[in-house]
């Protein structure tokens, strides 16, 4: 049976410990609306989704509006047993906004994985393995982020992700600070969020090899939109560049990768319109060998365990940045997988595993 019933959106915003900065964008708390699907049968499936504008162009009022006025009307009434069809008609409804996809993907899984009484990992044909996440630094000053990141790993993460894309080829002597202050041990991932030209992500580049700053990759140097500067730096830096808002469907996955604009791809599901749409990236660039990473926006724990469930059962996924609930002072969500500082891992709940009590949370 599985017959949608009801669906309801609720806002949530649960605040960080520290502002979150980066060349895009300066937030003080993980924002989101929850999305609760009930079928026939009585279960219940959670999907969440963060307004991202500066990215994915959608705000709280038009996540709420597409699911309320859209894509809930469409799909009540739909089976999630007929799985395919259910989550295609989601696709279908309109045109972009992919949070609002996102959230309710996330919710239809959650209620499939529950009919089976199996995790969702296991429904996506993992085994449940461990996932280990960087942790953000964020774009402050060179001696904050310095300090920052040593508190990071004496915190024990073993991953940073350093923001950077304001300040040109000053940006290479604040992760050449940060080197110094973490040591050599240390893996450092850079995110420009599109913060600089093509020559000028070159010439940053450059510098931090020549500092021997270690970088195991840079993330979006230039703009989502310029696939031919993303690949013009491509080919003129050792260090592995990683596609991010250039890729938000399975079509932009075949584009970086024909083109050879990047070494690497960035699966995010508030881009990809959730889990159905990101598999078909994993399998693209699995066809094609190129490592991807799991990645989200600022999310809280809901979302970004369902995240952490797709990362745990492809192997094409080698590389997480699934921190968002370690920045969170409070947390809405009990049960689920489990958040120990890097190291995500999961327990045998079915569905995502997440739970939402309402009257504890307002």
Same mark, same amino acid.
Not at 276 to 292: F, S, T
Not at 323 to 335: I, N, R, V, W, Y
């Given at each position: 049976?599985? +017959?949608? !019933?009801?669906?309801? #959106?609720? #806002?949530?915003?649960?605040?960080? !410990? ?25 279960? /219940? ?10 990215? #994915? ?21 739909? *089976?999630?047993?007929?799985? $395919? ?32 009484? /199996? ?17 953000? /630094?964020?774009?402050? $000053? ?26 040109? @080829? ?7 600070? +940060? ?6 041990? #240390? ?13 000028? *992500?070159?010439?940053? +580049?450059?510098?931090? $090899? ?45 584009? /970086? ?13 508030? !881009? ?17 060998? @190129? ?52 190291? +995500?891992?999961?327990?045998? $709940? ?13």
């Amino acid at each position: 049976m599985l +017959i949608i !019933k009801k669906i309801t #959106t609720q #806002t949530l915003s649960v605040p960080l !410990k520290t502002p979150f900065q980066t060349a895009l964008r300066s937030v003080e708390s993980a924002d989101g609306v929850l999305v609760r699907i009930e079928t026939a049968d009585d279960l /219940i499936g959670l999907g969440q989704a963060p307004p991202t504008a500066v990215i #994915t162009g959608e705000t709280i009022e038009s996540i709420t509006s597409a699911i309320v006025k859209y894509i809930a009307p469409n799909i009540i009434g739909l *089976s999630v047993a007929d799985f $395919e069809g259910t989550a295609e008609t989601v696709q279908r409804t309109m045109i972009k906004n992919t949070s609002a996809k996102a959230a309710v993907d996330m919710a239809l899984y959650d209620i499939l994985a529950q009919s089976l009484n /199996i995790p969702l990992y296991r429904l996506l044909g993992g085994s449940g393995k461990a996932v280990e996440s960087d942790v953000t /630094i964020s774009l402050n $000053e060179p001696r904050q982020m310095a300090a920052d990141s040593l508190a990071a790993v004496n915190a024990g993460y073993r991953i940073l992700k350093v923001k950077v894309g304001k300040g040109g @080829v000053s940006d290479a002597q604040r992760v050449a600070e +940060i080197r110094r202050a973490v040591g050599p041990e #240390t893996q450092l991932r850079v995110d420009a969020n599109q913060g600089w030209t093509p020559k000028e *992500s070159i010439r940053v +580049i450059q510098r931090m $090899e020549d500092l021997g700053c270690g970088v195991t990759l840079v993330e979006q140097p230039v703009s989502a939109h310029d696939i031919d500067g993303l690949r013009y730096v491509t080919q003129r830096v050792n260090t592995p560049i990683l596609a991010d808002e250039a890729v938000f469907s399975p079509q932009d996955a075949m584009t /970086i990768i024909h083109t050879g604009a990047a070494d690497m791809i960035n699966i995010k599901l508030m !881009k990809t319109g959730g889990i159905r749409e990101a598999l078909k990236i994993c399998d693209i660039a699995a066809a094609y060998g @190129v490592p991807c990473m799991m990645g989200s926006m600022l999310e809280s724990r809901l979302s970004v365990a369902a995240a952490a469930h797709l990362a745990s059962a492809r192997s094409i996924i080698s590389m997480a940045d699934l921190d968002g609930p370690m920045l969170c002072a409070s947390d809405p969500f009990t049960e689920g997988p489990l958040f120990d500082g890097p190291l +995500i891992s999961f327990t045998d $709940e079915p569905g995502i595993g997440v739970k939402y009590d309402e009257g504890s949370y307002r």
